[in-house]
């Protein structure tokens, strides 16, 4: 399908919208400091994202901010270091100030004239509104990373939408989880595979707004 025949996105929230890597980063620098030396970003991100994905099975119990404590606790202890829950609890409390990507807000802000705009991705309920307000979506449309409307027939039909009317605006660690209709979004060009495995492959926001402009006038 071109991109004017699809009726909503739906958006990864972090990596995609949210800069979370440079959030993280940011908020891993006590810690850090603590370490000693010198600490490659990309390992360190890396170290993150797999303590994350370990957890996951357990975010039901934890919630988003648990999560993301016991992540910090966890990097601590691999790096043979000791932090406080206190400390662990400002990590995680800092998903509440991690910034936009520049193009994102002006992306939104055009897209939505053309799509519904769903967003995934998991904040804690009291993050949700802010987040949302600057994303310029309702908190209805923020979808939990725990679920799937793509899979979820009652979901569709309520909202009036067919899995063929969606398309996925995802990164690159998730593509593999998406198997039609994928608008892969990959911020670093060094990163992305060859031959893409998406329909669309671009490298920002503001580039799959380029695109639908270009698509309007064909």
């Known amino acids: 399908m071109g991109l004017t025949e699809y009726r909503a996105l739906l958006i990864d929230c972090d990596e995609v919208l949210v800069d979370r890597d440079s959030g993280v980063w940011a908020a891993l620098q006590p ?9 490659d970003k990309e390992q360190v991100l890396a170290e993150y994202a797999e303590v994350v994905r370990g957890l996951y099975p357990r975010f039901a119990e934890l919630g988003f901010s648990g999560s993301q404590c016991f992540a910090h606790r966890q990097l601590a202890e691999r790096w043979g270091l000791k932090a406080s829950w206190e400390e662990g ?31 995934r991705g998991d904040r804690d309920t009291e993050d949700r509104g802010l987040l949302c307000e600057r994303l310029g979506i309702t908190p209805d449309d923020f979808i939990s990373l725990a679920s799937d409307p793509l899979l979820d027939p009652e979901w569709l039909k309520n909202n009036e939408l067919e899995v063929r009317h969606v398309l996925q605006v995802t990164r690159p660690a998730a593509v593999g989880s998406a198997t039609r209709d994928v608008c ?14 998406a329909d669309y492959c671009i490298n920002s926001m503001a580039d799959l707004v380029a695109q639908h402009q270009l698509s309007l006038r064909r």
Do not use: Q, T
């Open 31 to 39: 810690l850090l400091d603590s370490r000693g030396g010198h600490s």
């Open 184 to 197: 892969l979004i990959c911020r670093d060009p060094a990163k992305r595979s060859s031959p893409c495995a």
């Open 89 to 119: 609890m400002s990590f995680a409390r800092s998903a509440a100030n991690w910034s936009l990507f520049e193009d994102a807000p002006g992306a939104m802000l055009y897209l939505r004239k053309f799509y519904r705009l769903l967003v």
